[in-house]
T-cell receptor, first 122, second 113 residues
Framework: VQLVQSGAEVRAPGASVKVSCKAIGYTFNIYTMHWVRQAPGQSLEWMGYINPANGITKFSEKFQDRVIITSDSSANIGYMEVYSLRSEDTAMYYCARPSCIDGTCNFYFDNWGQGTLITVSS | DIVMTQSPESLAVSLGERAAITCKSSQTVLDISNNRNYLAWYQQKPGQPPKVLIYWASTRESGVPDRFSGSGSRTDFSLTINSLQAEDVAVYYC?????????FGQGTRLEIK
């Protein structure tokens, strides 16, 4: 199992950025895809997830107005887009896959992408 | 939201000694219908994503050395590392997955004394 993310990006304040996460080695539609971010020197912050099987998304209230999560099941890729970027959005963004055993999934994460560094700077 | 509070923020332990980290949740994360605590522990080394060590508060992930152990229930949890090795230097996080939003502790930095 691998989650391979797109490369680092630099954006100006007010711009948007879209990060991709390609799932390799498992059936994409069986697992939700989550996004977690980590500001420099800070803890982990869960942003939200998508169920690729039906497109349903759930978000942390903090991100629901500025983040869109989508997926392309034909390509096994998940996407996370952040709008109206501000300096405090500078962080490493991770996609993560929850653990599923015997068809039951629980939201601790046994596979992570390598991370995508988003820098917001003028 | 369930707030996760870890202590200490940092910890220095001698090689071969034991390290203990605690995690308190602002609400119970125990589901009494299945008697499971929805609590996981992660290890994060510099430049790497987190790696799950423990889930269900005390179940070790496959491949994790048995010197790592988790315990606790409801709102009080701990991660113990016995016989500390140099490769255990990292930041450790607890995470609750009982209710959305998923939340993490602030992290505990473990160093060698």
């Amino acid at each position: 199992v691998q989650l391979v993310q797109s490369g680092a990006e630099v954006r100006a304040p007010g711009a948007s950025v879209k990060v991709s996460c390609k799932a390799i080695g498992y059936t994409f539609n069986i697992y939700t895809m989550h996004w977690v971010r980590q500001a420099p020197g800070q803890s982990l912050e869960w942003m939200g997830y998508i169920n690729p099987a039906n497109g349903i998304t759930k978000f942390s209230e903090k991100f629901q107005d500025r983040v869109i999560i989508t997926s392309d099941s034909s390509a096994n890729i998940g996407y996370m887009e952040v709008y109206s970027l501000r300096s405090e959005d500078t962080a490493m963004y991770y996609c993560a896959r929850p653990s599923c055993i015997d068809g039951t999934c629980n939201f601790y994460f046994d596979n992570w992408g390598q991370g995508t560094l988003i820098t917001v700077s003028s | 939201d369930i707030v996760m509070t870890q202590s200490p923020e940092s910890l220095a332990v001698s090689l071969g000694e034991r390290a203990a980290i605690t995690c308190k949740s602002s609400q119970t994360v125990l589901d009494i219908s299945n008697n499971r605590n929805y609590l996981a522990w992660y290890q994060q080394k510099p430049g790497q994503p987190p790696k799950v060590l423990i889930y269900w508060a005390s179940t070790r992930e496959s491949g994790v050395p048995d010197r790592f152990s988790g315990s606790g229930s409801r709102t009080d949890f701990s991660l113990t590392i016995n016989s500390l090795q140099a490769e255990d230097v990292a930041v450790y996080y607890c995470q609750q997955y009982y209710r959305l939003p998923i939340t993490f502790g602030q992290g505990t930095r473990l160093e060698i004394k």
